[in-house]
């Protein structure tokens, strides 16, 4: 498979009631498919990151996250693929490569894994940590936790070009809001970008204006581009990394009626607002209605 290749995201048309909802037709962009372990919205991030490393021929790429965490994972199968070195600095000074299956698999596909107390890697955004990882390391491009930088944004606003022009709602799930902000940045003007922040008390429009600021310039345009945004906060489950019964019914139901499977931690929460939504509006007039699997489907 050719590196960064993304023919296998779908657009799958979900087969919704005609009486209940009327004038809607629902499609999801299955990033999910992709690959499996450098799944949806990940291989949007890496896209440009690996171009990057390759151009200032660097040896890989340095960056951080938790034991469980997807980007892990999805950096240390993306570098191996791209023929680069990866390293992953990894929460908490007690683990090992040994202490679950996500860390294993990282350290099988060649990433180097170092563990840092919880107090170091709090510290990981701060100037003097960063410079000292790049003195430390210098052949290594720093990716941020989740790949949330510039380049990582420019991937996810590719998207937008495998979607349907005439697209009037686009639905998404938001953790740092690398993955929406690319989008918003690259969507036509009649569509309207539905956000669904996964984490509780969560500013979004805040969030994603920091985040839009290097593209965007000036106060104006992004507060104009905010203004199609619409923020769905309240189907977070409790917070980041919390879901109840309903919520696991709710992703077991989608998978048998509409043949789509969800995560627990964003698509499930995601999808769900874009139900809720749904049966609260009575369009007069045909609307395409997209929601964007960004995978984590290794999550459950
Ligand atoms: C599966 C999945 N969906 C959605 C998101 C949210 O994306 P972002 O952090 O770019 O807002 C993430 C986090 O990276 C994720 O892993």
């Not at 200032?56 to 951080?64: A, E, M, N, S, V």
Request: hydrophobic share 35%.
């Amino acid at each position: 498979m050719e590196l960064f290749e993304t023919s296998k995201s779908i657009l799958q048309e979900i087969q919704l009631d005609r009486v209940k909802f009327p004038n809607v037709r629902l499609l999801v962009k299955r990033d999910d498919l992709i690959h499996s372990e450098v799944s949806g919205n990940k291989w949007r991030k890496l896209k440009y990151n690996i171009e990057l490393v390759n151009h200032q021929k660097k040896d890989g790429i340095l960056t951080f996250g938790g034991a469980y965490s997807n980007h892990l994972l999805a950096v240390a199968a993306a570098c191996k693929l791209a023929g680069l070195k990866s390293i992953g600095v990894v929460r908490g000074e007690e683990l090992t490569s040994d202490s679950n299956e996500n860390l294993k698999r990282c350290a099988e596909l060649g990433m180097e894994l170092l563990f840092v107390s919880r107090e170091s890697y709090d510290e990981r955004n701060e100037k003097s940590c960063q410079e000292g990882w790049k003195e430390s390391h210098p052949s290594y491009l720093l990716v941020p936790e989740g790949g949330s930088n510039y380049y990582g944004l420019v991937g996810c606003q590719e998207i937008c070009k495998e979607l349907p022009v005439e697209m009037d709602h686009l639905f998404v799930a938001q953790g740092t809001t690398t993955t929406s902000c690319g989008l918003l940045v690259g969507l036509g003007e009649n569509t309207t970008l539905h956000v669904v922040p996964v984490l509780k008390g969560f500013d979004a429009k805040a969030e994603m204006r920091k985040q839009l600021f290097p593209f965007l310039i000036d106060e104006e345009t992004i507060t104009e581009q905010l203004d199609r945004v619409e923020v769905h906060p309240e189907f977070h489950f409790g917070g980041y990394g919390k879901w109840n019964q309903e919520l696991i019914d709710f992703i077991s139901d989608c998978k048998t009626e509409y043949d789509l499977p969800l995560d627990k931690i964003y698509t499930g929460k995601a999808f769900y607002a874009l139900m809720d939504w749904l049966e609260k509006q009575q369009f007069q007039t045909p609307q395409t209605i997209v929601f964007l699997h960004t995978g984590g489907l290794q999550n459950g």
